[in-house]
């Protein structure tokens, strides 16, 4: 880790060139660094906190004016970090930027390492680590709903809704605390089974969270979802429909696509890469061969895989060795081309469905894509997509601590039932404890040690 006493300065835009470009330094001389690479156009006895000042920014090596600018000050603690913070606005180009980059850093300040503004926020209080990891993913987001959730994330949702499982364990911890070591003491504690119940619910509410990153993985990185069926039955057609614009190239001739054809799209705002690929079936051509290689190979990766057939026409060979290959995996089935008159009996849908989700759409037209979206969230999350506003967990270094969280709870709460030693429970009850503080970066003893003898009676 780098010096914190160093004054940090780096480019905090998009590189490249732009209308505006803004260069952020951090640090205890932050403010004498302003004023020796930026001329206010008003002479100013001290620079305002929180105002916009316009100057010129000054080459420190000729001492010659490079460009107009505006400086903003935020002094310490009140600022993105908790230091002395100042934010200048200069005109996007590059060569500006790095000239004054140099500047600042002939004159004493240091480039940053990625991450390290938002690093020294954490060190000085500013945020917790949830919420300093949640600036990442906001930053990332590529659908406004991935910003949506992200956003919670880095407001403290996460770390105000994971307070009253922390006050729970500590209130328990404390009483076994009070127990072990003041025994002879009347405290009025709760019972072992009471206790124990509580803990249980602690653990039903911290497996709610555990099962909630199942969204908030996909939720985050999106999802990859693979269009497969013999040729011929509109996967393309699908392809574009799902995309809403004309991706892939669609032909009457039968294995017109030879190769994966990728694109990237959203389905109610989470990421999802959708797979055209080439139509299953034997060939003796070697290219078409190729294809379908790397389709079996795509369905293989995918999070989520449509399997397509054509309602219009009566089953084929293709259409059941497909279906066997595809046996062990989950997937959706498409009735494409419902438009037209269906030749499949109900029977024949059902058996060929099996446990798998199935619809009939029409590519051509659009008719029933809207519900094929909705039942391709359905197949992804199960009873959990209607969860859009609460907190879903999407961090897997979260969905970890809480599961180890859990697990010192169920120990904690076999202990206390079975009647062993309060110590017993305590390990483990402290190590869930620290387990959920790991989230939000914070340690406890001091904590429960305050707890502890602020239950007690003036004079002990």
Request: charged share 25%; glycine share 8%.
């Amino acid at each position: 880790m780098k010096d914190l006493q160093d004054t940090i300065c780096a480019l905090s835009t998009a590189p490249g060139r732009a209308g505006i470009a803004v260069v952020r330094l951090s640090g205890v001389e932050s403010f004498g660094l302003l004023r020796k690479v930026f001329a206010p156009d008003k002479a100013l006895a001290d620079l305002p906190a929180r105002h916009a000042i316009l100057g010129r920014i000054i080459d420190a090596r000729t001492g010659t004016e490079i460009d107009q600018a505006l400086a903003t000050c935020f002094p310490s603690p009140n600022s993105y970090t908790g230091e002395d913070v100042v934010e200048i606005s200069l005109h996007g180009s590059p060569v500006l930027v790095s000239v004054l980059l140099d500047s600042l850093c002939a004159h004493g300040a240091r480039l940053a390492e990625p991450g390290e503004f938002t690093m020294r926020a954490f060190l000085r209080g500013r945020m917790d680590l949830a919420q300093a990891e949640a600036v990442r993913d906001v930053v990332e987001a590529t659908t406004v709903y991935q910003a949506q959730v992200a956003s919670r994330q880095r407001s403290g949702d996460l770390s105000r809704q994971l307070e009253p499982a922390k006050s729970l364990l500590t209130d328990i911890i404390v009483q076994l605390e009070s127990a072990v070591e003041f025994a002879e003491e009347d405290l009025g504690l709760e019972s072992r089974e009471m206790l124990a119940g509580k803990l249980g619910h602690a653990q039903e509410e911290v497996g709610k969270w555990i099962d909630s990153f199942r969204r908030g993985r996909i939720v985050r990185d999106g999802f990859s979802m693979a269009i497969v069926g013999r040729p011929n039955v509109g996967k393309s057609s699908l392809f574009n429909a799902l995309l809403a614009q004309d991706r892939s190239i669609v032909l009457e001739t039968p294995g017109t696509t030879r190769d994966l054809v990728s694109e990237y799209t959203n389905l109610e705002g989470i990421p999802v890469r959708l797979l055209d690929t080439a139509g299953v079936r034997a060939s003796g051509d070697r290219v078409e061969q190729i294809g379908v290689d790397r389709s079996f190979r795509a369905m293989a990766d995918a999070d989520a895989i449509l399997l397509v057939v054509d309602a219009s026409q009566p089953p084929e060979e293709e259409d059941e060795r497909l279906r066997e290959r595809l046996a062990a995996m989950s997937c959706i089935l498409v009735m494409n081309k419902c438009d037209l008159a269906s030749v499949w009996s109900p029977e024949q849908k059902q058996a060929y469905a099996g446990d798998w989700p199935s619809m009939g759409v029409s590519a051509l037209t659009g008719e029933h894509i809207d519900l094929l979206r909705k039942a391709i969230l359905e197949h992804l999350f199960g009873d959990s997509t209607a969860q859009r506003d609460g907190i879903l967990v999407t961090n897997l270094r979260h969905c970890h601590c809480l599961e180890a969280a859990r697990d010192h709870l169920a120990r904690a709460s076999a202990a206390l039932r079975q009647g062993l030693s309060e110590e017993f429970a305590l390990v483990d009850l402290h190590a869930g404890l620290r387990s959920l503080g790991a989230i939000t970066g914070e340690t406890s003893v001091e904590d429960i040690l305050g707890e502890i003898f602020s239950r007690f009676c003036v004079g002990k």
